[in-house]
């Protein structure tokens, strides 16, 4: 029992169809009665024939039959479009709630989630449960049905009979018994090396750029085919034991069926039974092979089933790390951007990454954050739309705790332009209105002269129409960023963070870009991460981090005046440019 809590999990779904759940049971019940009551039919034909009946009546007992028989599978039909139909249905709810739930994830937890994983559980996991509600339910109430009455039917025919026929049929349903768990165990290992398998072939997709640069396609091609080797080297090791399995099967029932011949032949001569008994017995033998073969499948079945639901529950039970706590202040509906830090510090898992960090920056304002690669830039601002939480102190949003404003507002007011940029594989226009769906064309058309990217679209075949990603062209490193950006102005958010968004830009349409912004909404507070001293010098403040902590902070001439690391690295830059330049 232990081994199928997992799957009581899915009583909910089961609530939702009850329904669905009870007609389909029922019949089950009456299809399988029907279905074994058939030799019962058999049985009194050829009785009667023995003792000369009229034509009519032989043409009755056939109609009969054959009307059970319509019956019976008119009842199968809506049985398994019932119970099929519940089990497709609860797979579409699961995988939705799945996909609802992965969008409520932070951002921990997909670094620490393969995703060939999440999409196994989505691919192959969730299909296995409802395979299993489906046809495991019907097949196993069918069998226990069939089981019950036929037994039944046969004992009360001829109780000694019975009971020796039916030696070898137990002796098979211990074979099965007894190979189930090899049959499981094979079939986890399977089903883990094939998440392996998938998890490498995505990444080789998404990665074929790196592969290729480092010629390594020999190197992949041969790793992959070792994975792949385990895989069919386990599926191989399991379609042995099943033959081996089912061979024995076969020569089990076939030592049932003489059985049956011989003592039964015999008992019909000697007038024990009817020769109608015997050919109704031989039928029932038969119908009983299926249950005692597919008890093993079903358990099989609902074991892997139970094992997809422990891997999902897994994923579904865990707690998103950064929602709406109780202390959110549903009455917030805005935010206007004066941002306050103090001493604030990030970790992640125990290695510290920013510590004691503290400053302000009023509406309309624009900070500026430099410092070497992996001083922790990115790390701070990812706490601005609250991508990840801090360890300690505190930040301020328009006075309120940042915990304390819904999450959900927070974000909308928010213009985040990550260091990595990531566009869908749509056209520009819809990848630059994501998110804001009903944008009308001119806005798209505003910002995407802002950020300077309107004058390469035109140059497209489709331009703002043109596809991008897998299925149409490819944006250099500068395009992709400006789009980026292009889709963070479009929801004129008061709080604008671009991550380091112009580094793949030359100097040149970087200050053009920077220049338009510092127009285009003087309330809008800004957020620049940069290596370039030329692209934060106009900030209302700078802070120069260094392993984790402010090194330094002030403005471009404060900073100047100092002669620190700002200094030195200004120094550093103009001589590099006036290098190029030469
Ligand atoms: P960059 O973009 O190369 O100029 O560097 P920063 O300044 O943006 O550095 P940042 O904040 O990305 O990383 C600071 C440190 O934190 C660095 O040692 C790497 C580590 N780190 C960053 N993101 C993660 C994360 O998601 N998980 C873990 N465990 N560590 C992270
Ligand atoms: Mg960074």
Redesign the pocket.
Known sequence: MKTFRPLFRLKKYFIRYKRDIFWGIILVIFSNVLYSILPKILQYTIDQMENGIPIEKIVLFAALFVTVTVIHSGLRFFMRQKLIGMARKIEYQLRNDYFHHLQQMS??FF?KHRTGDLMALATNDIPSVSMTIGRGLMFLLSNIIVFIVVLTLMMRTNLALTLISLIPFSLAFLVVLKSMKFFIRTFERIQSQFADLSSKAQENISGVRVIKAYVQEENEIESFRQLNRKYLHENLKLALARGVVWSSMDVLFGLSFVILIWLGGLAVIRDQITLGEFVAFTVWLGMLSWPVISFGWIINLVQRASASMTRINRVMDIEPEIQDTESCDQSICHISGHIQFINVAVA??D?M??ENISFEIAIGKTLAII??????????I?LIPRL?DAKAGQILIDGHDIRSIPLQVLRRHIGFVP?ETFLFSETIAENISFGENDAKFEEIGRVARLSTIHEDLLTFPDQYQTLIGERGVNLSGGQKQRAAISRALLRQPNILIL??ALSAVDTYTEEKILNSLRVQNPNQTKII?S?RISSVKHADLILF?KN?AVVERGNHRTLMAEKGLYAELYQQQRLEQALDEL
Not at 371 to 377: A, D
């Open positions: 951002l921990n670094t992640y898992e290695l990454v920013l410092g070497p690669t992996g001083s922790g830039k990115t790390s701070l990812r990840i260091q991550d380091d991460i290596h981090l984790g």
